[in-house]
């Protein structure tokens, strides 16, 4: 089993605020993916880090995928309350296809 | 554009009911998938399918069962319900290591 650590589990910050997620895992991925879910909806993918080191930028978000494959970041600069909802790193290994992250349940205060 | 869809949006069974769980994807994407998600939790993996006529066993397999015999559908059986298995259950669609599509979820209460 090729586990993904997501940290912290639970994170609720002010509006405005920067906060940084991370997904962890002892095993090394060919891609990673970052998915949002929101209430009462299935995930959906914001973006996809492909080479070590690679950093990806969606607005106010920014991904980085670790040099040896096997951790990524996100972080959120000046959060909004739309920003709230669990989410949930993937990792990519062959033909296992996808495993997914113990999840960050983020919610933005107004 | 369907994508992934899934029946019943909401289900509500008594312990020892036999129940399926429909999904189909229009996207003609090899793997299939089921997740069952927990509150507060993430997504862990029941029972996958890499094509038509594979299926596998992911970390939860206990008390369903899959079959793929086509493309399209994956349904998703719990043989006799049980209060372990109240959850919401997601099915997803991909190419191998690509973007996963998901469908809207299946809200399963079993009393």
């Known amino acids: ?110 | 554009n369907a994508g992934v869809t899934q029946t019943p949006k909401f289900q509500v069974l008594k312990t020892g009911q036999s129940m399926t769980l429909q999904c189909a994807q229009d996207m003609n994407h090899e793997y299939m998938s089921w997740y069952r998600q927990d509150p507060g939790m993430g997504l862990r993996l029941i029972h996958y399918s890499v094509g038509a006529g594979i299926t596998d066993q992911g970390e939860v397999p206990n008390g369903y069962n899959v079959s793929r015999s086509t493309t399209e559908d994956f349904p998703l059986r719990l043989l006799s319900a049980a209060p372990s298995q109240t959850s919401v259950y997601f099915c997803a669609s991909n190419t191998l290591n690509t973007e996963a599509f998901f469908g809207q979820g299946t809200r399963l209460t079993v009393v």
Do not use: M
């Open chain 1, 1 to 110: 089993t090729q586990l993904l650590e997501q940290s912290p589990q639970f994170l609720s910050i002010q509006e405005g605020e920067n906060l940084t997620v991370y997904c962890n895992s002892s095993s090394v991925f060919s891609s990673l993916q970052w998915y949002r879910q929101e209430p009462g909806e299935g995930p959906v993918l914001l973006v996809t880090v492909v080479t070590g080191g690679e950093v990806k930028k969606l607005k106010r978000l920014t991904f980085q995928f670790g040099d040896a494959r096997k951790d990524s970041s996100l972080h959120i600069t000046a959060a909004q309350p739309g920003d709230t909802g669990l989410y949930l790193c993937a990792g990519a290994a062959g033909a296992n296809n996808l495993f997914f992250g113990t999840g960050t349940r983020l919610t933005v205060i107004p």
